[in-house]
């Protein structure tokens, strides 16, 4: 319950890709004889809640959607990306972003913002940075 009232609070006042996507309450961090973070030790995390993603398939996925899914979930070494999950929750962090506009200039000719990815760091809104900014050089070419 604790766990859940501080991810709120967290919302509340910090951007979303900020925010933990899960929280461990320990009663003491484990530690090496050097008394450093024993990380190996730390139990493991479950991020099963950012997996609700609708599925690649159906009217809402097109060709664009998939491949972004396709290219997320290699990065991030998971086989089931569907279009509403938010990577940042899955494990993305800023070199991930940094990966995945680097991707999209080479492979759309588009340039993202990384800052517009992770305030929106799903499949398909990402899919909706890339058509928009296609657009807006398509008008002013």
């Known amino acids: 319950m604790l766990e859940t009232e501080l991810i709120s609070y967290l919302r509340e006042v910090l951007p979303e890709y ?5 929280i461990v309450l ?25 997996m609700d993603g609708a599925p690649m ?3 809402l996925c097109g060709d664009l959607e998939r491949e972004l899914a396709d ?3 290699k ?10 999950n938010d990577f940042i929750q899955l494990g993305g962090n800023s070199l991930h972003v940094i990966r995945l ?4 200039r080479e492979a759309y000719g588009v340039r993202l913002s990384a800052q517009h990815v992770f305030e929106q ?7 909706s940075l890339v058509r928009d900014a296609a657009n807006a050089d398509g008008e002013s070419a």
């Open 18 to 22: 900020m925010v933990p996507s899960a």
């Open 26 to 50: 320990l009663e003491r961090l484990p530690l090496t004889p050097n008394h450093k973070v024993d990380l190996n030790a730390l139990p493991p995390v479950a991020i099963a809640s950012a």
């Open 101 to 104: 506009v680097a991707h999209v």
């Open 71 to 73: 290219f997320l979930g």
């Open 121 to 127: 760091p799903t499949v398909s809104a990402v899919a």
């Open 57 to 59: 398939d159906g009217a």
């Open 75 to 84: 990065l991030l070494h998971r086989e089931d990306m569907g279009i509403a």
